[in-house]
């Protein structure tokens, strides 16, 4: 009894500390703090296990068309995909530099994600990273598909390509 007893009362001891170090300040959300390699390695896995457990949605027969990828090049463009993530010939924006963790390169990403993995992402973000909902941010699933579809041939889309598909956005024009 006494065991349990001294285990109960170092319980009740280490929450008490834990709650003054986080509760009074002393633990650092700035945005330079380097995660400790077992942090980082925790939160990929959890991060690649939940994207493989909830995206289920099917491709529409579509997703393939280059009238498909062209319109996602398109909508990649008007929502601002390549602020953070750049896109072919065109350098991501300074700020996204600092963000933590920081934007992949999609490029190399394509290759490791599904269809059903890209649309799911795109669509529902990634919570606690500066990665948005594209859902949230107006996007119809259509538009949603298609930049899978776009991000999918990333690869192989070339400098000229983007610029030719995406030369008759007005840049002045808002989003949506
Ligand atoms: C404000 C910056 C920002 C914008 C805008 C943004 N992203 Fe992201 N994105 C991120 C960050 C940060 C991550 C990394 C999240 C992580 O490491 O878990 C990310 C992750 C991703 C991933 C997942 C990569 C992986 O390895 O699982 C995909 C796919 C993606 N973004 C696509 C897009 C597309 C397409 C758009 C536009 C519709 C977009 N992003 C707009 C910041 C952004």
Redesign the pocket.
């Known amino acids: 009894m006494r065991i349990l007893a001294a285990i109960g009362a170092l319980a009740i001891a280490i929450g008490l500390a834990a709650a003054a170090f986080f509760f009074g300040g002393f633990y650092s959300i700035a945005g330079t703090t380097e995660d400790p390699a077992v942090v980082t390695w925790a939160l990929t896995r959890v991060?690649t296990a939940s994207?493989n457990r909830h995206a289920t949605a099917t491709a529409p027969a579509s997703f393939n068309d280059p009238a498909t990828v062209q319109s996602g090049a398109r909508a990649?463009a008007t929502?601002?995909?390549a602020?953070?993530?750049g896109a072919p010939g065109v350098k991501w924006q300074k700020f996204?530099e600092g963000?933590h963790?920081?934007?992949?390169d999609?490029k190399e990403?394509a290759g490791?994600?599904s269809p059903a993995q890209?649309f799911w992402?795109?669509k529902n973000g990634?919570n606690m990273?500066?990665?948005?909902s594209?859902e949230q941010a107006g996007a119809t699933d259509t538009e949603i598909w298609s930049?899978a579809a776009f991000?999918k041939k990333l690869p192989v889309v070339s400098d000229a390509d983007y610029k030719t598909w995406t030369a008759s956005l007005d840049p002045a024009s808002p989003a949506k």
């Open positions: 991060r994207i990649y929502f601002g995909c602020t953070c993530h996204s963000l963790p920081d934007p992949p999609l990403v490791e994600l890209l992402v795109i990634i990273t500066g990665m948005p594209f930049i991000v």
